[in-house]
């Protein structure tokens, strides 16, 4: 944090505060090319464009992406600073993609280090019931995602396979802390 802030405050004091101004104009111009993009909804990997491709209102799907990162970084926080380095790592970074609403599929690879991770820890302590399956389907899902079938919500395929990922991280984490304790 104190880095941040100090980066923060060195940049203000050599450039002032309109680059700053100049970003987040830009950044909510850029927010509003994206939510309207028809490939962006279709191939987004965020809860917002999920929602946008089921034929939700803009309004709500914003309101559940803010939701959703809400609870991202909760889950994200409290593994942080309970579970292994492993299993925090692979948290923050499954977090991330339901904490954004501009994810996409190609962003998606670094997703698949949170699977390795978690697999990583299936093979040491052996696998949970589920677990191999929700690997499987968050591994997978960008790649099916880009399946030609009509029937297959390429985003709602790829947030619902990261929010499985997301949920097992977090019961595994919960429950290498409860071990910890007894």
């Known amino acids: 944090g104190a880095i941040l802030l100090g980066l923060l405050l060195a940049s203000l ?25 028809a490939a962006h909804q279709r191939y987004g990997a965020s809860i917002a464009f999920a929602a946008l491709d089921l034929g939700l209102a803009a309004p709500l799907a914003k309101a559940l992406q803010a939701a959703a990162a809400l609870a991202a970084l909760a889950g994200t926080a409290w593994s942080l600073l309970r579970a292994t380095p492993p299993l925090a790592s ?79 991280l977090l019961r595994r984490a919960g429950a290498a802390q409860a071990a910890a304790l007894s």
Do not use: I, K, N
């Open 13 to 37: 004091a050599a450039f002032g505060v309109d680059p700053w101004l100049a970003w987040l104009h830009t950044v909510h111009d850029f927010g509003g090319g994206v939510a309207s993009s």
């Open 90 to 168: 692979a948290s923050l970074l499954c977090g991330m993609f339901l904490a954004t609403p501009y994810a996409a599929l190609y962003d998606l690879p670094a997703a698949s280090l949170a699977c390795l991770l978690l697999a990583a820890q299936g093979w040491h302590d052996g696998f949970r019931r589920g677990e191999v399956a929700v690997l499987l389907a968050a591994w997978c899902a960008p790649l099916l995602a880009l399946a030609p079938w009509p029937w297959v919500h390429p985003s709602v395929l790829t947030v619902a396979a990261l929010a499985a990922l997301f949920v097992m």
